[in-house]
């Protein structure tokens, strides 16, 4: 891809996934997890080794792409659906002010369902989402309704059809081929709608393009020949450090949606098949995309980026889906393509976050950022030395500070610390919190915990420790109740 000439804005296309580790990508070298389009884009491009999302669970992460904010600032320090998101300034918002044209298609995650966030339109497509699916909803607020991959599986199909039908929970590890035909799965109909946007746009005017795929979250349901891809291949189990809990993966591992994977080690098994499939689907259809790019004449004048909102741990230390501390949920893709001045095949080891993806498209459509947000621009290496995460949720809730080389957890239920030295042991398998070499470290990221934690209305710090056991909650004083 060439960068056109200064007096023609580029096009963007934002390719956002659910749920996709940042280590499941041939170029990132995983050993088993084929991705060819993806590993184009890395190959033409820049790919960010040391990208994380500071709150990983969707609506947070998904808030902090869109404002450009820290979790802190825009208030979504955990999960909590029905929620009104109301901010002044929003990706797609500057990018319109920008010239741009602006559309999403498939998942926004917001609240209400409809709510534009800037756009000039969208086409959405959530996946199932409890809190928007039950009986007693007002019409227009039931993702039956709102949703519009939903309502047109049902012109498709018939009107007691849905996603459903294929027996997976939407946050299970158990896995199953696409009943129906691929054609109609929600991964086929975000690229089928990206590429008529392309047919219908405003052609006088650049475009930004989300394109927002559900998948590789749960349910794990590609098309059968995805799974092919991975059933009779021996894959690399999944990481165990020696601070496992074996205890919770007893007592929970026959819950289909246990947060600590199945106990059944062939389940896991299936469960690492099903996600890998949804990622080679998911690539597949993002190559669907890029040629429709190339036959639409707008490739060569398209900067591409790609990423994720947080990862899956995928039966990594007894761990499964997110919110956690762990890489496996914290650290996302990140690959720039099409931008000005990038050599081909570049990997950079930045910290960056997803609140940096707002001033980043902002400078690349020739905007300056807005005043007041968190994020910067990832062209450029501010020094960034550290990055702190969290995410409330009882025992399990926590606070992370982590740099190019190591990180430390803390929880903030029971107090409990853990200490991961990134760069001598990236699957973290040794918990090093009282290992007597490291206890200076230990010291410093700790201070830098209670830095980030000073001041805040929780009390987790008094400014001198940290302070376990204070009442956790997953929105800040300053957003307005659940409807």
Known sequence: ??????????????LMTDQMRGDCMGAAGHPDVKTPYLDHLASIGVRYTNAYTACPSCIPARCALHTGLKAEHHGRVGYQDRVDWDYPVTLAGELAKAGYYTQCVGKMHVHPLRNLMGFHHIELHDGYLHAYRGGNLPYAENQRI?????????????????????????????ARPWMYEERLHPTNWVTDRSIDFLRRRDRSRPFFLMASYVRPHPP?????????????????????????????????????????????????RQAQVGYYACISHL?????????????????????????????????????????????????????????PGVKPSTVSDQLVELRDILPTLSELAGAEPPAGIDG????????????????TGGELGNQY????????????????????????????LHDAIADPDCQERISYLRQLLIKELSGREEGYTD?????????????????PPPT
């Open 401 to 428: 500070i982590v740099t190019r080389q190591d990180k430390f957890c803390w929880f903030m239920d029971s107090g409990r610390e853990q200490y991961f030295r990134l760069d001598t042991d990236p699957k973290e």
């Open 220 to 268: 794990f349901d590609a098309p059968e020949c995805f799974f092919e891809l991975y059933r009779n291949r021996e894959l690399a189990p999944p990481a165990l450090g020696d601070w496992a809990d074996e205890e919770r993966l007893q007592r929970l591992g026959r819950l289909v949606d246990a947060d600590t994977g199945s106990v059944d080690p062939e389940l896991i």
């Open 463 to 479: 400014g001198i420790r940290l302070v376990a056991g204070r009442k956790q909650k997953p929105c800040l004083s300053f957003l």
């Open 1 to 14: 891809m060439n960068h056109p000439a200064a007096s023609k804005k580029p096009n963007i296309l934002l």
């Open 376 to 391: 910067a621009s990832i062209l450029h290496d501010c020094g960034r030395e550290y990055l702190h995460g969290e995410h």
């Open 146 to 174: 709102a949703d519009d991959y939903f309502y047109w599986l049902k012109t498709q199909l018939g009107v007691d059809r849905d996603v459903t039908d294929c027996g997976v929970e939407c946050n299970s590890f158990v």
């Open 283 to 339: 690539d597949n259809q993002i190559g669907r995309l890029l040629d429709a790019l190339k036959d639409d004449g707008s490739y060569q004048n398209t900067i591409i980026l790609f990423t994720s909102d947080h990862g899956e741990l995928l039966g990594d230390h007894h761990t499964f889906r997110k919110t956690r501390p762990y890489q496996g949920s914290i650290h996302i893709p990140l690959l720039l393509a099409g931008a």
